[in-house]
């Protein structure tokens, strides 16, 4: 039986803005993210999120190469995707994943991350366990957000989320890192 405790709503975001999981890195938390999730999340992997966001604290995003950087292999690592020119509505896929979490961050550029409703969406494929993923096609419209230097975003398992989606007719290059974090049961 498990003795864990669970934040209320109002906890988690006080938790959040303490910043003790920030390990120096001065980027805030986006609104949309489910603060009691983090919470528990961070709390059952707390080695896992230090890792990673110690690495962001300690590294300029803009000087890193396109790759993969391990931090805990299998574990913990950042995808850091080349240049890239957001897309249409129409043209990104929405998505979510099982094993791990994600941690999306753009540091350049000027696009939109949308959050779909579950219950709005039809998958387009069945679950693919190596890539850890299901693409969806929205039923309704997704809410969307601006995504910014000054904020980053987590999406659970229960997130299907559509990022990199272009914010105006004038878009630019766009830069991001993902950063995947295994979800702890």
């Keep these: 039986m498990s003795t864990e405790k669970v934040m209320t709503p109002e906890e988690a975001r006080e938790w959040m803005e303490t910043r ?20 528990t999340q961070y709390h059952r992997n707390k080695p ?29 690592w ?8 957001p897309k249409s509505i129409e043209e990104t ?4 994943h099982r094993k791990y979490i994600d941690l ?9 991350y ?15 366990p190596i890539k850890d993923r299901t693409f969806y096609t929205l039923d309704a419209p997704a809410s969307y957000v601006h995504a910014g230097a000054d ?11 559509q990022p990199s989606v272009k914010a ?7 830069r991001k890192l993902v950063g995947k974090i295994e979800y702890a049961e």
């Design 151 to 161: 904020r980053f975003f987590l999406y659970f398992p229960k997130d299907l989320h």
């Design 93 to 96: 896929r929405t998505e979510n």
């Design 114 to 128: 949308g959050l779909a409703d579950p219950d709005k969406v039809t998958p387009t494929m069945e679950y693919d």
């Design 168 to 174: 105006s007719e004038n878009h630019g290059i766009s």
């Design 78 to 85: 950042i995808n850091v995707p080349e240049e890239y020119t």
């Design 48 to 76: 896992l999120w230090d890792k990673l966001f110690k690495f962001l604290a300690e590294h300029d995003p803009m000087t890193l190469e396109p790759g993969k950087i391990e931090l805990e292999k299998g574990r913990v």
């Design 104 to 112: 999306q961050y753009t540091f350049v550029g000027d696009e939109l």
């Design 20 to 39: 003790e999981w920030a390990n120096g890195w001065n980027v805030n938390p986006d609104a949309t993210i489910d603060a009691v999730e983090f919470a």
